[in-house]
């Protein structure tokens, strides 16, 4: 399992052998504060689990612009502060 994060929005990556020696990965997107999963089946095969998981997270990420798009970034609960020395 591997996981990012994008926008605030958690990515999680489950990659999986199929029979005929492929790979496939799902993903799930989690929203927080309120923890809303979307979970997404991979249905693009490819010969290495390293391309399947990267085409995946592509696909994540992809889906989150999209939901975003048009929307206000979200501020920083705790920005960083400029400290002088």
Same mark, same amino acid.
């Given at each position: 399992m591997i996981q990012?994060?994008?926008? =605030?929005v958690?990515? %999680? +990556? @489950?990659?999986?052998? +199929?029979?005929? =020696? +492929?790979w496939t990965c &799902?993903?799930?997107l989690t929203t927080h504060p309120e923890r809303t999963r979307t979970n997404?089946? =991979? @249905? @693009? %095969?490819f010969?290495?689990?390293d391309l399947a998981d990267e085409h995946a997270l592509q696909e994540a990420r992809d889906?989150? &612009?999209r &939901?975003?798009?048009g929307q206000p970034a979200e501020k920083m609960a705790n920005a960083p502060r400029q400290v002088d020395i």
């Open positions: 990012a994060i994008h926008k =605030g958690e990515i %999680e +990556l @489950v990659s999986h052998q +199929l029979p005929h =020696g +492929l &799902d993903y799930t997404h089946r =991979g @249905v @693009v %095969e010969p290495t689990k889906a989150i &612009d &939901d975003t798009k």
